[in-house]
């Protein structure tokens, strides 16, 4: 059993920056990787980054790379999303997810979900 805790989100003008953190208890979170996905009204969950439970590897939806960076320190049980240069688009609530069998950017591939966090783009 994994359970997640994200912080972090906010208003933040286009251009800006914000950092998403999500505190993971249970034991065997440095064993999984670890993903964000984020949500906006009426659409889909939507992959936004992934990271294996050693950072060895990192995948990124198009939409966001070069602008957003996600890492892990698994001393602190705790996996971030940098998100910089900021878009009206990027505004969904966001949560972060475990899984437990290796990295993905497939939804159904994760087994554990935070409750998210919001995070609105203002232009």
């Known amino acids: 059993q994994v359970q997640l805790v994200e912080s972090g989100g906010g208003l933040v003008q286009a251009g800006g920056s914000l950092k998403l953190s999500c505190a993971a208890s249970?034991?065997?979170?440095?064993?999984?990787?670890m993903g964000w996905f984020r949500q906006a009204p009426g659409k889909e969950r939507d992959f936004v980054a992934a990271?294996?439970?050693?950072?060895?590897?990192?995948y990124y939806a198009d939409s966001v790379k070069g602008r957003f960076t996600i890492s892990r320190d698994n001393t602190k049980n705790t996996v971030y999303l940098q998100m910089n240069s900021l878009k009206p688009e990027d505004t969904a609530n966001y949560y972060c997810?475990?899984?437990?069998?290796?990295?993905?950017?497939?939804?159904?591939?994760?087994?554990?979900w935070g409750q998210g966090t919001q995070v609105t783009v203002s232009s």
């Open positions: 997810a475990a899984a437990p069998w290796g990295i993905s950017s497939r939804r159904d591939e994760y087994d554990y």
């Open positions: 249970g034991r065997t979170f440095s064993s999984s990787a």
């Open positions: 990271i294996s439970w050693s950072s060895g590897r990192i």
